[in-house]
Each structure stands twice: as C-alpha cells, then as structure tokens.
C-alpha cells in the first residue's frame, strides 16, 4: 500500500509499518496543541500582562508573540499530521526555520531596557548570546528535515518501518 | 512481501535521529538553564545591594569624606562576573563634586561581595562648591554599573536621584559689632552664628580674621567649636584692633579646623 498519495487507511498496515489514521493523527496533533499552546502563547502573554499591569515597558507585544506562536503551533500540527507523507521533511524544514525567524527577530530586541516605574533606575538585559544559543535548536531541525526530504526522495517507504513499526 | 523492522535504519535516517537527540538534549538542557538562570536571578535581586555604615566627616585633606561599603549578595548559583559601579555627585548647580568607583570584581555564587567606598567632597571656598558648606541642597547622584549574570546575561543599570545634603555650617554669618574703648585701645564684638545642618558635628576651632578695605590685619581670634548635628552656634567675642585699623568697608576672613587642612568658610563683608 501506498502512502505517497497522502493518508492511509485508520491502522493501516503495510509491509512492515502501520501508519496511524489521518483522524488519530489529527486528534493526537490537536492533543499536543495544549501543552504547545501554554509554552508558546500562554505562559509569555499571561507574563507580558503581568509585566504591562505594572506599568513595565514591553520587551515585545502580546499581539506579535500570538501571531508567531499560532505560526509555529499550526507548523507543528501540521508537521505531525503529515509525518507519513513525503511533505514531512519539507514541512520540518518550514517549522524550524519559521522557529530560527522567531529567534532572530527576538534577538533584534536585546538588549531589553525596562524603566522601574515610578522611580529613576533602568536596567538593561541582553540575551543576545543565549537566543544565539537557542538557534541551535531549529537550526538542528532544518538539517534533520533536508535529511528526510533526501531520505524521502530516494525511499519513501524505508523510513516508515521505523517511523511506524508494525 | 513484509520488511523486518529490525534491520538497521539507513545511513540519512539514522544521522537524522542523531541530530534530533541531539536538538532534543539542547533544547532541554537551555530550559534547564534559562530556568535556573531566572530563579537565581530572582534570588539576586530579592537579596538588593546595600549601601552600608555610610558616615560623613570632615576628612585630614580639607574635605568632606563620605565612606561605607557596598554589599553585593549573589545567593544565586551562578556567578556575577565583571561587575562594575561607578557613582557621581554633582551639586544643585550640576557642578560634579567627585566619583567613587567599585570593581572590576567577580562575585561568586553563594557569596557576597563586598567594597568599600570613599567618596571625598571638596568644600572649599574658592571653588565651584562653595556652598556645600554653607548651603543645604539636593546632590545628583548618577551611578551606572556593568555585570555578567550567568555567563551569557550581559546587564547594565543606571541610577539617578537626589540626596539631601545638610550643610555643616548653614546661614554661617560672621558680623561685627560697635566699637568701643579708648585710650588707643578700641575693642569690636565679633559674632558668628551658624546652623549644623551635617550628620556629622563640627568640632574643632573657628578662626577669624577682621581685614581692612585695604586688606590690613586689623586683628583676629578663634572660638573653640563643639556643634553636634541639628544645633546652632551663636557666639561673640570682643577682639582689639591694632591701632589705627579702621574695619569699616573690610572683611571677616574665618577658617575652620578640625585637626587637619583649614577650611575657608565664606568671606564676610563689613559695612
């Protein structure tokens, strides 16, 4: 059976993997939205309202860290959803460089200068080298897809068996 | 036809995994760390650095002496490397009085840094700072320091407000009285009334001189000063006037001493 044409029947088994339906793969994406949804919009807005009821300056909106976390989340979603199919490594490579473009424009914000409100000291953080740091991380993830697309290109089926093991 | 899954994956997908184990400990190990860097932080900050044991004196060198120490505790687990503070004081004019600095230190984790400061005011009477010894006012404080928090955390703080500053000898006003005497010797009552506004008290002895329109020495004396803060000195004396020195249109020249250099205390003009 083939899964180049996109999603298999639910429990599909072939010859030697057995690809999750298209809806168990959709709701167990959507499962994994919850824990994404608090480390990617809840946690840095509810912190960024606590900082903007106290009259703290801002070091980014509430709105731009929404939009990129709604941007990474649906990337990710998707990235799961799309796992068997040959757009996964293409679409890991979007995640991840979506991530790096996140980082890089956080990085455009340090240092962060915050004002103690109400009285005449400010202080400023950088968190330059750290995010460099971080950049590690999608800049792994774009490797790793390049290497699924070319894994995909050549086989698409041999990494299945170990993706989704009967 | 079914495929054993547990042949060996192949060469593009098993670098694939690596690099995703790899990414995966990166990953958790940055949390960790930003994590720990944010509760140590918190830990910093909730210790706040204190100035202590912070007195003014009148220092050996004709100046003001501002001394302490700083404390800088980092019950963090990281260290503060690089740290540096520099403070300046300037008088309500915006003249600058003089800088103290601190550092460059690095401040384990688990301890406490502490520096001693000196800070040494000039109250001269010929300069720009003339009245910081005569004057109450509000100093200008501005430091800013430089810090490394966890190896990665480059910060700077930069701070400004006003200090008070009580003037050891404020509304100092020496005047002369009316003449009297004869027979060649004419005695003149002398005056000298102040405020010890300073945290400090001002002990030691006040000279005076009564000078001429022509800047002659017309004769002098010395009052024995013992003025703990908050109190205000009133004192006369008589002084004899060298024959045939008039003090009218002169000046009362006084010098405070406390042990060490003079210090001139403003002019004061004799009708």
Sequence with gaps: MSVSAGYVAPQSETAGYRIPSLGYRILVAALRLIPTFFLLIALPVAALSFASARGIALPISTYAVTVWGIALMSLGAARYILKPTRAFGPVSIAASAVALVYLVYALSLSPYRLTVPGGSAS?????????????IVPAIGILVGILITIQDAGSRTERLLFDFPA | MVVPT????????????????????????LIIFAGTVVYS???????????????????????????????????????????????????????????????????????????????????????????????????????????????????????????????????????????????????????????????FPDTGTLTFLIESATQVDCGGGSFSVAVPPGNLYDQTQDVTLSSGCSPSGGQILSTYSTGGTPISLPPEAIP
Excluded: C
């Design chain 1, 123 to 135: 202080i400023a953080a950088g968190y330059a080298t750290f995010l460099e740091l971080v950049m």
């Design chain 2, 41 to 199: 932080a918190v830990q910093v900050a909730r210790s706040s650095a204190q100035s202590r044991g912070l007195s003014a004196s009148f220092a050996a060198n004709g100046t003001v002496e501002v001394g302490g120490s700083f404390t800088l505790s980092n019950p963090g687990i990281y260290p503060i490397d690089g740290f540096k503070l520099t403070a300046r004081v300037a008088n309500s004019s915006g003249v600058n009085l003089g800088q103290i600095g601190v550092g460059p230190a690095n401040i384990a984790a688990f301890s406490t840094g502490v520096f001693p400061i000196a800070l040494y005011l000039p109250v001269a009477t010929n300069g720009p700072t003339a009245s910081l010894l005569t004057e109450d006012q509000y100093l200008r404080v501005n430091a800013w320091g430089n810090a490394t928090y966890a190896y990665l955390f480059p910060l700077s703080i930069e701070l400004s407000e006003n200090r008070s500053w009580g003037a050891p000898f404020e509304g100092f006003a020496a005047s002369v009285g009316t003449p009297s005497g004869g027979g060649g010797t004419i005695t003149i009552p002398v005056t000298v009334t102040f405020s010890n506004h300073a945290s």
């Design chain 2, 6 to 29: 547990h042949r060996r994956p192949p060469p593009i997908y098993r670098l694939a995994r690596a690099l995703r184990w790899i990414s995966t400990i990166v990953l958790v190990a």
